[in-house]
């Protein structure tokens, strides 16, 4: 614009600069001539006003360009639109996934859940599943002690899996059970090294525990003959206890022989004994009976006859080396025998007489009967081979704790 101004001034200085001489030069000619010189100037002078007012028209008309601002490449972009509050919600829940945080999940955890140590467990003990959903463990939950523990357990719908973290606590509030596991325990007086755990069976859910006396002592109390009951407790790692009453009797077994037992041995014929039979010869028409050196219970028993001879078949053959002992009973004077050891070792046998050489014997609790002379009847006794009557058994019962009694011997 100020280029146009210029030019404008410098044409207005050069009509001037022409219409001043031209017009002195007029007035030194005629006046015809001048006029014809004046009106040639007049008509330069109004072209000149003239192109200078449509330069200055054209000039100020002209639009300004200017450089283009950062606004004009912003309108070329998407105006956005900001919708209200409400709307912004709806846009929201139209856009979300089709799993939010709203959603039902497909198992919760329970509260407060409590385990028993050692105890089977599943996962629907842990979480509550929605219909339609199956749970697993990603990992066994450890039960295997007491405390505060956590466990994963997975649920699924067959499209969501999700994982769900319980804590949970491993208690044990079980008490073990315990009991006796025989009914006649005899023991010698003085013996030593008879513990708690000796006499009963426990069972514990935590297989944690411990047996003892409950009157203190480390071992049972063998200092006085006679029978006496003591407290035997299992108590397990939770501090739950349970208890039992042993009873048990104490023996002299070091007294003299000849108060315990009133006649010899059943003597044992080798030669014809095998490992299911065995053949002897004691007092006639006396109960015979042994027991294997493992257990306190008869493996076989029969009557002698007339002439005293017997054939014991035992309930199963004995193996190689292994050992029973017999004795007999006289069931009309209640009188028994010492205790032979028999034991089988293939083609050579070995008989030993207990009492004497091995074992101290033991006195009779109580007499069978009492004692008379022999019954004129006794021929029509059960012999040998033949099957014990009612006396018989009660018989038998006492020859068992007897020789139950040189099994507990031999076994402390």
Same mark, same amino acid.
């Given at each position: 614009?100020?280029? %146009?101004?210029? +030019? ?9 600069? #022409?219409?001043?001489?031209?017009? =002195? ?28 007012? $449509? ?35 709806? !846009? ?43 749970? $697993?463990?990603?990992?066994?939950p450890d039960v295997s002690s007491i405390g505060n523990k956590s466990v994963v357990v997975v649920a699924t719908d067959g499209v969501t899996t999700e994982e769900i973290t319980v804590s949970y606590v491993v208690a044990d509030t079980q008490k073990p059970t315990i009991e006796v596991w025989d009914t006649e325990n005899i023991v010698g007086l ?11 069976? =426990? ?23 006679? $029978?006496?009951?003591? =407290? ?13 009453? #042993? $009873?048990?009797?104490?023996?002299? +077994? ?47 028993? =029969? ?9 014991? !078949? ?6 190689? %080396? ?9 069931? +009309? ?47 029509? !006794? ?10 018989? #058994? ?19």
């Amino acid at each position: 614009m100020k280029k %146009g101004l210029k +030019f404008s001034y410098g044409v207005l200085a050069l009509s001037v600069g #022409l219409v001043l001489p031209t017009t =002195v030069w007029a007035n030194s000619l005629d006046d015809s001539k001048a006029e014809e010189v004046l009106k040639a100037a007049t008509e330069v002078k109004n072209e000149v006003v003239e192109s200078q007012a $449509t330069e200055a028209e054209a000039t100020v008309s002209e639009p300004v360009v200017e450089a283009p601002k950062e606004e004009a490449k912003v309108e070329e972009k998407t105006e956005e639109v900001v919708p209200p509050a409400e709307e912004k919600e709806v !846009l929201k829940a139209e856009q979300a996934p089709t799993v939010t945080a709203n959603a039902t999940p497909l198992a919760t955890a329970k509260p407060n859940v409590k385990v028993e140590i050692n105890a089977a467990t599943t996962p629907g003990y842990f979480v509550t599943a929605e219909n339609g959903t199956s749970v $697993t463990f990603k990992s066994k939950p450890d039960v295997s002690s007491i405390g505060n523990k956590s466990v994963v357990v997975v649920a699924t719908d067959g499209v969501t899996t999700e994982e769900i973290t319980v804590s949970y606590v491993v208690a044990d509030t079980q008490k073990p059970t315990i009991e006796v596991w025989d009914t006649e325990n005899i023991v010698g007086l003085n013996e030593p090294d008879w513990y708690a755990e000796d006499f009963v069976l =426990v069972d514990d859910n935590s297989d944690d525990y411990e047996v003892f006396f409950a009157d203190g002592r480390e071992t049972l109390d063998t200092s006085k003959v006679g $029978t006496f009951n003591t =407290v035997i407790v299992a108590r397990d790692a939770a501090g739950n206890e349970a208890s039992v009453t #042993l $009873t048990y009797e104490v023996v002299d +077994f070091d007294s003299e022989f000849d108060d315990y037992y009133d006649y010899e041995a059943p003597s044992i014929d080798k030669a014809k004994s095998n490992a299911s039979v065995v053949y002897g010869k004691t007092r006639p028409n006396t109960l015979v009976a042994a027991i294997s050196e493992t257990s306190d219970m008869p493996v076989g028993y =029969v009557f002698a006859d007339d002439n005293g001879k017997f054939e014991l !078949l035992l309930k199963n053959a004995l193996k190689n %080396g292994e050992t029973v002992y017999i004795m007999s009973m006289d069931l +009309f004077t209640g009188e028994s025998s010492d205790i032979v050891e028999y034991t089988y070792s293939g083609e050579k046998m070995m008989v030993n007489q207990v009492s004497k050489n091995n074992q101290t014997p033991v006195k009779t609790a109580t007499k069978v009967a009492s004692t008379t002379k022999k019954d004129p009847e006794v021929s029509a !006794l059960p012999k040998t081979g033949d099957s014990p009557g009612a006396e018989g #058994l009660v018989a038998i019962g006492a020859l068992a704790t007897l020789l139950a009694t040189v099994y507990l011997r031999k076994r402390s």
